[in-house]
């Protein structure tokens, strides 16, 4: 199912991972039990990456958790798409303090004001799709689709 | 003095101590100071406008909100006014720290202060920690409230509970709707203060510096003779004249920011550490009977 997803960022989990470090998590998974298939392909093109971690970065960062960039002002990207039990992880680069707010006024997620360099993660189990902004700079608006 | 040279002039840059006396809805420019002698007759009071004091910011633009709002402080009492208000932002980020230290500073210039919220106040619990400080008396549930000063009817709006996405400010259907029946039955001849954090009017869409429905909120104040729009949010002095309303954005007590379009974001800017207090400052207010308000900003240098 994973596979179909014309993902920008893609995690293969079927569940949500909490804190654990995901390639960790993975491995465990992968030592005891079958993947779905696309997982298992995608895992078969990334952990070989893993090992080899700073000859191949760019391969390794496709596989990694998803993470939204906020910078100048901006999410980036503005669109993720992933596939449900996903993390999405967003860290501001701003020196301005920023939130990651769901636009239904913070019902589905919301952080607590983002400084500089801090972090925030929610994980999306239901397929649809997500807008949401910066409560305190409200023309910030991106998108989270899941499916 | 009056010669529309010179109000360009200052109009390219209030920022370091021009008076505004504003007559029939025509602003002149004033030398700094000439407040002073008007302020002493019957009837008339002087107020003060703070802004942003951003208490918890740490970064470069000012490793030390505290110590400038303290010297804002200083200039505001100097003046023995009448009351101050505060327009928001008092906070850089909500915590509950942050707004012990401003209360404590704030209440030791031993003044009257009533307060708006900025952006920066109402992170993740809708406000609830800045309302159970600085909320108004008798202010709705929304937050905003009114009350009058020897004549002057005032109206704090709340511009900054995010509603969802939006270009700028939002105040919503039931503040627009108290505020048409706060100002319903007022004599068109009572002087108005408006206070909101974000500015009323458009600046710069593209940066968040309006309020969607401001328009609608401006309507209900056509009918009066003298309305003075203070606003903070843009860290820097902005006016405008629009018939008989003078919309007048503040100086920040922490930081400046740039001016509209002039740098990739409005995030904070940074100056030379002795230049500091030349950008940052406090608004007088000066009234007196049958004449227009008197706006003076004055900066910490």
Same mark, same amino acid.
């Given at each position: 199912? &994973?596979?179909? +997803?014309?993902?920008? #960022?893609?995690?293969?989990?079927?569940?949500?991972?909490?804190?654990? %470090?995901?390639?960790?998590?993975?491995?465990?998974?992968?030592?005891?039990?079958?993947?779905?298939?696309?997982?298992?392909?995608?895992? &078969?093109?990334?952990?070989?990456? /893993?090992?080899?971690?700073?000859?191949?970065?760019?391969? +390794?960062?496709? &596989?990694?958790?998803?993470?939204?960039?906020?910078? %100048?002002?901006?999410?980036?990207?503005?669109?993720?798409?992933?596939?449900?039990?996903?993390? +999405?992880?967003?860290? %501001?680069?701003?020196?301005?303090? #920023?939130?990651?707010?769901?636009?239904?006024?913070?019902?589905?997620?919301?952080?607590?004001?983002?400084?500089?360099?801090?972090?925030?993660?929610?994980?999306?189990?239901?397929?649809?799709? /997500?807008? /949401?902004?910066?409560?305190? #700079?409200? #023309?910030? +608006?991106?998108?989270?689709?899941?499916? | 003095?009056?010669?529309?040279?010179?109000?360009?002039?200052?109009?390219?840059?209030?920022?370091?101590?021009?008076?505004?006396?504003?007559?029939?809805?025509?602003? *002149?420019?004033?030398?700094?100071?000439?407040?002073?002698?008007?302020?002493?007759?019957?009837?008339?009071?002087?107020?003060?406008?703070?802004?942003?004091?951003?208490?918890?910011? *740490? !970064?470069? !633009?000012?490793?030390?909100?505290? @110590?400038?709002?303290?010297?804002?402080?200083?200039?505001?009492? !100097?003046?023995?006014?009448?009351?101050?208000?505060?327009?928001?932002?008092?906070?850089?980020? @909500? *915590?509950?720290?942050?707004?012990?230290?401003?209360?404590?500073?704030?209440?030791?210039?031993?003044?009257?202060?009533?307060?708006?919220?900025?952006?920066?106040?109402?992170?993740?619990?809708?406000?609830?920690?800045?309302?159970?400080?600085?909320?108004?008396?008798?202010?709705?549930?929304?937050?905003?409230?009114?009350?009058?000063?020897?004549?002057?009817?005032?109206?704090?709006?709340?511009?900054?509970?995010?509603?969802?996405?939006?270009?700028?400010? $939002?105040?919503?259907?039931?503040?627009?709707?108290?505020?048409?029946?706060?100002?319903?039955?007022?004599?068109?001849? $009572?002087?108005?203060?408006?206070?909101?954090?974000?500015?009323?009017? @458009?600046?710069?869409?593209?940066?968040?510096?309006?309020?969607?429905?401001?328009?609608?909120?401006?309507?209900?104040?056509?009918?009066?003779?003298?309305?003075?729009?203070?606003?903070?949010?843009?860290?820097?002095?902005?006016?405008?004249?629009?018939? *008989?309303?003078?919309?007048?954005?503040?100086?920040?007590?922490?930081?400046?920011?740039?001016?509209?379009?002039?740098?990739?974001?409005?995030?904070?800017?940074?100056?030379?550490?002795?230049?500091?207090?030349?950008?940052?400052?406090?608004?007088?207010? !000066?009234?007196?009977?049958?004449?227009?308000?008197?706006?003076?900003?004055?900066?910490?240098?």
């Amino acid at each position: 199912m &994973a596979g179909l +997803v014309p993902a920008i #960022h893609m995690d293969p989990r079927d569940k949500p991972g909490g804190d654990e %470090n995901w390639s960790d998590q993975m491995y465990l998974k992968m030592t005891r039990r079958a993947l779905p298939l696309a997982a298992a392909a995608m895992l &078969a093109l990334s952990l070989p990456a /893993y090992a080899a971690e700073t000859d191949a970065p760019q391969q +390794v960062a496709a &596989a990694q958790a998803p993470t939204v960039t906020i910078d %100048n002002f901006a999410f980036a990207p503005a669109l993720t798409m992933i596939a449900p039990g996903t993390k +999405v992880t967003w860290t %501001n680069k701003d020196e301005e303090p #920023h939130t990651v707010t769901s636009a239904d006024g913070g019902k589905t997620f919301k952080s607590e004001a983002l400084d500089t360099g801090d972090s925030f993660s929610f994980t999306f189990d239901k397929p649809g799709t /997500y807008k /949401y902004f910066c409560s305190i #700079h409200p #023309h910030m +608006v991106a998108t989270i689709v899941v499916k | 003095m009056d010669s529309r040279r010179d109000f360009m002039k200052c109009l390219a840059w209030a920022g370091s101590g021009i008076a505004w006396s504003v007559v029939g809805g025509v602003p *002149k420019a004033l030398p700094f100071g000439l407040g002073g002698p008007a302020l002493a007759a019957e009837g008339s009071f002087t107020f003060v406008q703070i802004s942003d004091s951003h208490i918890g910011f *740490k !970064a470069d !633009a000012n490793p030390d909100p505290n @110590s400038t709002l303290q010297a804002a402080l200083d200039k505001a009492t !100097a003046l023995k006014p009448a009351m101050m208000v505060h327009t928001g932002d008092v906070t850089h980020l @909500s *915590k509950p720290e942050q707004f012990d230290t401003a209360d404590q500073i704030i209440k030791g210039a031993k003044l009257d202060v009533h307060f708006v919220p900025g952006e920066h106040d109402v992170i993740g619990d809708d406000g609830k920690m800045y309302f159970d400080r600085f909320g108004g008396k008798g202010a709705a549930p929304g937050g905003w409230y009114s009350f009058d000063q020897n004549g002057v009817h005032f109206v704090a709006l709340m511009n900054v509970i995010g509603f969802g996405p939006a270009t700028g400010g $939002t105040l919503g259907k039931d503040q627009l709707e108290w505020l048409e029946k706060d100002l319903k039955g007022k004599s068109a001849s $009572t002087p108005i203060v408006v206070m909101a954090h974000i500015p009323l009017w @458009s600046i710069y869409p593209q940066w968040g510096w309006t309020t969607a429905d401001g328009d609608q909120a401006l309507s209900y104040l056509k009918p009066f003779g003298s309305v003075t729009v203070l606003n903070g949010h843009i860290h820097q002095v902005v006016q405008k004249v629009e018939g *008989k309303v003078t919309f007048q954005t503040a100086m920040s007590t922490a930081f400046p920011q740039p001016a509209a379009g002039a740098a990739p974001n409005p995030g904070p800017m940074k100056v030379e550490a002795d230049k500091l207090k030349t950008v940052l400052g406090i608004r007088e207010i !000066a009234f007196a009977p049958a004449a227009a308000p008197k706006l003076t900003d004055e900066t910490l240098a």
